[in-house]
T-cell receptor
Framework: AQTVTQSQPEMSVQEAETVTLSCTYD???????LFWYKQPPSRQMILVIR??????QNATENRFSVNFQKAAKSFSLKISDSQLGDTAMYFC???????????FGTGTSLTVIP | KAGVTQTPRYLIKTRGQQVTLSCSPI?????VSWYQQTPGQGLQFLFE???????NKGNFPGRFSGRQFSNSRSEMNVSTLELGDSALYLC???????????????FGPGTRLTVT
């Protein structure tokens, strides 16, 4: 069975600072995909960044980057130059290569402090 | 391209009633997944449909059911509502093709169901 664990229920960061959100997962699969989704307060869930397990290079999207450690089954999200609009719930998600089902972590509530 | 739409956005029902929620995926998307989101449990997977067939089902009782139509629109039904069914129900669509980026799920705004 696949599981995703986010051990930080809540985090805060000062505006313009850097913050790292942790995520670990458990699977026996070798090929899979990992995602970070962002859910702002009372707004729609949107994709932040995606990582294919077969790629060794860490994914980067503007101020968002990941540290993917396949052997450790770790997939952390780094947000640089934090902005007020980054305040949201962040969910780590895992999907097997068959692409049929997502597994989500319980989320980390991030607050950016002005 | 229009995003995923869900109707209704808010719903109040009483225990014992049944409810039907609707989801229209992004045009061209053939996979629709449903999730229940509660503060304590996070997002829990209900089921996933592809080309009118249920491919996967989460660990929910049989009171929760769904279906998908030929135009990929999907409905979710909950019968004999219980207080614990109060939640945000999210629908997500994807291409579900052979390429990695086609697996990304695009979420709708959700239906907020309150059971009294």
């Amino acid at each position: 069975a696949q599981t995703v664990t986010q051990s930080q229920p809540e985090m805060s960061v000062q505006e313009a600072e850097t913050v790292t959100l942790s995520c670990t997962y458990d699977t026996s699969e070798n090929n899979y995909y990992l995602f970070w989704y962002k859910q702002p307060p009372s707004r729609q869930m949107i994709l932040v960044i995606r990582q294919e397990a077969y790629k060794q290079q860490n994914a980067t999207e503007n101020r968002f980057s990941v540290n993917f450690q396949k052997a450790a089954k770790s997939f952390s999200l780094k947000i640089s130059d934090s902005q007020l609009g980054d305040t949201a719930m962040y969910f780590c998600a895992f999907m097997t290569n068959t692409g049929n089902q997502f597994y989500f972590g319980t989320g980390t509530s991030l607050t950016v402090i002005p | 391209k229009a995003g995923v739409t869900q109707t209704p956005r808010y719903l109040i029902k009483t225990r014992g009633q049944q409810v039907t929620l609707s989801c229209s995926p992004i045009s061209g998307h053939r996979s629709v997944s449903w999730y229940q989101q509660t503060p304590g449990q996070g997002l829990q997977f209900l089921f996933e449909y592809f080309s009118e067939t249920q491919r996967n089902k989460g660990n929910f009782p049989g009171r929760f059911s769904g279906r998908q139509f030929s135009n990929s629109r999907s409905e979710m039904n909950v019968s004999t509502l219980e207080l614990g069914d109060s939640a945000l129900y999210l629908c997500a669509s994807s291409l579900s093709g052979a390429l990695a980026d086609s697996y990304e799920q695009y979420f709708g705004p959700g239906t907020r169901l309150t059971v009294t």
